[in-house]
């Protein structure tokens, strides 16, 4: 196996996404444009300690339901509050139902979603690699995640205006993105990317730019 930077792991034990390709794509050229390389799997195997601790980012793009084993579970957990980094993206929020650390690490789950639709994104001010790129007023088309609560113990860094589209749940404060530590650990999560074309969009790319550049910071 080859040594990686960016570990992209795309196993599915549920729905999958049409968009991973283009995701895994994306998200290899954009660290290639940090000076990194990136390799995509969908073997859990992957996730042992020694591969990890080759690993700047671990990246799980759109993975649905259990995708990783007891060990591997083990070893990212270790990896993580080690000082490692993750960055979920998308149906990620769906992962790993069973195990209380990835919905600890995440802050909540995911709960459902509207039609796929345009809406505004509103970005949070700051100056946080992920969002500094973005308008404060986004115009976006997505899937809307909803979750089963506002997450915990987050940073929030951008939300979903609910008056701009059908669906929401959550009210005026509806978290799309947000970031945390874990002991030593990163951790990134954005609902957003549903649609192969939203890893062509610049405003996007520049999103998962610097939702990589903090995770490595």
Known sequence: MTTADVLIHT????YRHDSI????????????????TAETTEDPGAFTPERLARCAVVVLLSTTGNVLTPEGRTAFEAYLRGGGALLAVHAAANAEPD?????????????????????????????????????ARWQWTDEWYNFTSAPRGVRVLARADETSYRGGTHGDDHPLAWCREVDRGRVLFTALGHAPEAYRDPLFRAHLTGALTWLTA
Request: hydrophobic share 35%; net charge negative.
């Open 11 to 14: 196993r599915t034990a549920g």
């Open 99 to 135: 195990w209380p650390f990835y919905g600890e690490i995440l802050g909540t789950r995911f709960d459902g979603h509207p039609e796929v639709q345009p809406g505004t994104v509103l970005v949070a001010p700051g100056d946080h690699p992920a969002t500094a790129p973005l308008p």
């Open 21 to 36: 390709p283009d995701g895994a794509a994306a998200l290899t050229e954009l660290a290639q444009e940090l000076g990194r």
